[in-house]
Each structure stands twice: as C-alpha cells, then as structure tokens.
C-alpha cells in the first residue's frame, strides 16, 4: 500500500471517525476516494478534506457550508476565494457562538436565581413546620 493511500480501517483509525461517517462524507460528495471494487482508498487530498470537515462540524458549519468551502479550493486563485470566504463565514459563526454563549450564560443566572428563590421557600416551608410542632 502506497504510504500517498489509506484504507477505510486506517482513516476510521487515524481521525477517530467510523465508516459509516466516511461513506456518508463520501455520498455528499465531501469526499472522493478510489475504488477499487467494494475497497475505499484514501488520498492525500481526501485527508486533507476531512480534517477541514472535522474541524468545520467541531465550529458548528453545517454540511453544506463546508462542502461549499470546500468546493472553493480548485476555483485557481491560488486558494484566495475560499480563504477569505471561510474567514467570512467562520467570523460569522464566531458571532452566532458569541450570542448563544450570551444566552446561555443569561439563562444560567436566571435559573440561578430561581433555586435561589425555591431554597428559601423551603427554608421558610420547613420552619413553619418545625414551628407549628
């Protein structure tokens, strides 16, 4: 086997992803492997691609935002218009992750108040207990 090559079983190893996962790459046109019957080989390319796949899912980039990124790269401009579309996309989702964090954290203080409020309620329910003994 050409160390430029891996099979399924190596890439399933090398990335911690299942064949499942790569097949599925694979039927969205994310990844393009060789095949030699029924046996997938993996290029160089091919493991570039799935680190940036990765990568993208880890950000939150749906499918299709990576696929479209990934389709930039044999645009011929030496990779300009899909670097600067993914600095543009991935600012973007930097701010969408910015926004939830807010939210969540906003969420979080107010749940934070609400047990607050429902220990002192149970404070007070079982002192009027206690008390009426």
Known sequence: MS???MTIREMC?????????L????????LFPI???QKRLFT???????????????FGFSLEEIRQLLDLYDMGDQQATQLQRTYD???QRLKDMEEQRDELNEAIDDLREQL???EQI?????????AAQ
């Open 3 to 5: 160390e430029d090559l």
């Open 122 to 130: 149970i404070a007070d329910f079982n002192n009027d207990q206690k």
């Open 44 to 58: 160089k390319r091919d493991r570039a691609r799935l680190k940036l796949i990765l990568r993208g899912k880890r």
């Open 35 to 37: 095949r030699e019957g």
């Open 89 to 91: 996309v991935a600012r």
């Open 116 to 118: 607050k409020w429902g």
């Open 13 to 21: 190893d090398a990335y911690d992803v299942t064949p499942r996962t």
């Open 23 to 30: 097949r599925f790459y694979e039927s969205k046109e994310l």
